[in-house]
């Protein structure tokens, strides 16, 4: 099965700061790789899947990228609503898998 | 509209087997592509895909949990059940449903999860 790594799993920042997270595939996903954005006691929230495409009604702050076994998060003009925990998930294979996560956290 | 909804005991003893059901609306199995997968998370920890079945009845399951899930779906009725063999407490977690539409679309919608506490 595919694993899914993530770094870092915790940084700080502040409100406009630009933040980059990233996620490392241990083998070719092509582009099938989302993101999603959870707040403590609140469900999951998708915010990107095929590595760089935004759903409906998320901010265009949010950007990803990559492809293949690397992807990158970016989120520019750091917002209180962005402090969260983020997830990658691989959805290429039949074996989905998610990253262990990366929290942002307000310094 | 498109609802999930996940039901099943809150407690449960070491064990014991663990039966969830995934109650949703707003879309049905009849559509190709549709599926709707199970994912978990420890309190405080990450997120961990379990299984998921899809329209024409394909099931994938977690390599580390494949031989405790099962995982079936009643299209009449619009439901996923998820059945977890010989509970302990490592599985205590919120337990979430969620749609998926392949190949496209990952776990778009979620429940909103039910906690399950494996406990004597």
């Known amino acids: 099965d595919i694993q899914m790594t993530q770094s870092p799993s915790s940084l700080y920042a502040s409100v406009g700061d630009r933040v980059t997270i990233t996620c490392r595939a241990s083998?070719?996903?092509?582009?099938?790789l989302a993101w999603y954005q959870q707040k403590p006691g609140k469900v999951p929230k998708l915010l990107i899947s095929g590595s760089s495409t935004l759903q409906s009604g998320v901010t265009s702050r949010f950007r990803g990228s990559g492809s293949g076994t690397d992807f990158t998060l970016t989120i520019t003009n750091l917002q209180p609503e962005d402090f969260a925990t983020y997830y990658c998930q691989n959805y290429n294979s039949a074996l989905w898998t998610f990253g262990q996560g990366t929290k942002v956290e307000i310094k | 509209q498109i609802t999930l909804k996940e039901s099943g005991p809150a407690v449960v003893k070491p064990t014991q087997t663990l039966t969830l059901t995934c109650s949703f609306s707003?879309?049905?199995?009849?559509?190709?592509?549709?599926?709707v997968g199970w994912i978990r998370q420890p309190p405080g920890k990450a997120l961990e895909w379990l299984a998921r079945i899809q329209w024409n009845g394909d099931k994938h399951y977690s390599p580390s949990l494949k031989s405790r899930l099962t995982i079936t779906k009643d299209t009449s009725k619009d439901q996923v059940v998820l059945t977890m063999t010989n509970m302990n407490p490592a599985d205590t977690a919120t337990y979430f449903c969620?749609?998926?539409?392949?190949?496209?679309?990952?776990?778009?919608?979620w429940g909103q999860g039910t906690l399950v506490t494996v406990s004597s």
């Open positions: 707003g879309f049905s199995f009849y559509t190709t592509g549709v599926g």
């Open positions: 083998q070719g996903i092509g582009n099938f």
């Open positions: 969620a749609r998926t539409v392949v190949p496209a679309v990952p776990f778009d919608y």
